[in-house]
T-cell receptor, first 115, second 117 residues
């Protein structure tokens, strides 16, 4: 089955620690995206990547970092510089990130709690 | 600037009622795309529909229908004969060619629909 995998589903960390969220897709999509969702809020874009070895900041990139070394993988690191890291994180992909045409497909999400 | 507004934060209906979720958008581009997504309690967003700016035909898929009106910049979503399984948060989203390079989506705040038996 083609799809997007995010692991783990729940993640707990102590304040001051960096944490990396995994996102893998086997849809052969070029573009991948990371969103953050807070309770009762819409989705806000953190980073996106249109192609391997390239990525751009989204609207709320501060305190986050990403890499795109492989087409199928787009891990997100939440650093200790992120002031309010507790949130629900969603990864998505689309066939072609250079055009507005294509819909994005989402993974199941990772709920991160930092105490 | 681009913007998507879903004015209804929460809607509660009784099963079998029809319900309409409103979506109003803003963009300066003449070529753009509108989307609806469903987020059930499990959290994963499920793609429902894509509509481009040149196609104003309404679309029906089973109990779901969408009404796109460029004159009012609206892309409303109607569920006919609602069911408990329709309970979810629904998001409207916009993507355009000029201002959203990279295929980025701008999401509305979402409407939480609760269908009671």
């Amino acid at each position: 089955d083609g799809g997007i995998t995010q692991s783990p589903k729940y993640l707990f960390r102590k304040e001051g620690q960096n944490v990396t969220l995994s996102c893998e897709q086997n849809l052969n999509h070029d573009a991948m995206y990371w969103y953050r969702q807070d309770p009762g809020q819409g989705l806000r874009l953190i980073y996106y990547s249109q192609i391997v070895n390239d990525f751009q900041k989204g609207d709320i990139a501060e305190g986050y970092s990403v890499s795109r070394e492989k087409k199928e993988s787009f891990p997100l690191t939440v650093t200790s510089a992120q002031k309010n890291p507790t949130a629900f994180y969603l990864c998505a992909s689309s066939f072609d990130g250079t055009r507005a045409t294509y819909e994005q497909y989402f993974g199941p999400g990772t709920r991160l709690t930092v105490t | 600037a681009q913007k998507v507004t879903q004015a209804q934060t929460e809607i509660s209906v009784v099963e079998k009622e029809d319900v309409t979720l409103d979506c109003v958008y803003e963009t300066r581009d003449t070529t753009y795309y509108l989307f609806w997504y469903k987020q059930p309690p499990s959290g994963e967003l499920v793609f429902l529909i894509r509509r481009n700016s040149f196609d104003e035909q309404n679309e029906i898929s089973g109990r779901y229908s969408w009404n796109f009106q460029k004159s009012t910049s609206s892309f409303n979503f109607t569920i006919t004969a609602s069911q408990v399984v329709d309970s979810a948060v629904y998001f409207c989203a916009l993507s355009d060619q000029i201002y959203n390079q990279g295929g980025k989506l701008i999401f509305g705040q979402g409407t939480e629909l609760s269908v009671k038996p």
